[in-house]
């Protein structure tokens, strides 16, 4: 019953700002890396950003960093992605997911590689950046 669902897409003006909301249910997300991967049309799945559960700093793919902030709100099981200074790059359908794999600080190493298998994802929600 793991499940994840993403809020907040909608259409934004370039050097806009947009937040994406991920609820997660099913498991303590608490103990697990959270990550926010986006898909443009006819693209690649790409990391965004990745939040640790554990000592391990928050990752950000270089195209993103200084702009956006993934944050937790533990109490109500919501990862966001905050985004600022959007570019028409950025359009693109985002995803949030976790490996539930436990872990120790080390998870959003790896979040680049994280697929279907072995890992949980929301359907995502489409952020157009347009003018």
């Known amino acids: 019953q793991v499940q994840l669902v993403e809020s907040g897409g909608g259409l934004v003006q370039p050097g806009g700002s947009l937040r994406l909301s991920c609820l997660a249910s099913g498991f303590n997300m608490d103990y697990y890396a959270i990550g926010w991967f986006r898909q443009a049309p006819g693209g690649e799945r790409e990391a965004v950003a990745c939040?640790?559960?554990?000592?391990?700093?928050?990752v950000y793919a270089d195209s993103v960093k200084e702009r956006f902030t993934i944050s937790r709100d533990t109490l109500n099981s919501k990862v966001y992605l905050h985004m600022n200074r959007m570019k028409p790059e950025d359009t693109a359908v985002y995803y949030c997911?976790?490996?539930?794999?436990?872990?120790?600080?080390?998870?959003?190493?790896?979040?680049?590689?994280?697929?279907?298998?072995?890992?949980?994802w929301g359907q995502g929600t489409q952020v157009t950046v347009s003018s």
């Open positions: 939040s640790s559960s554990s000592d391990g700093p928050d």
């Open positions: 997911a976790t490996d539930l794999v436990p872990d120790l600080g080390t998870r959003c190493k790896g979040a680049a590689q994280w697929g279907p298998l072995g890992n949980f």
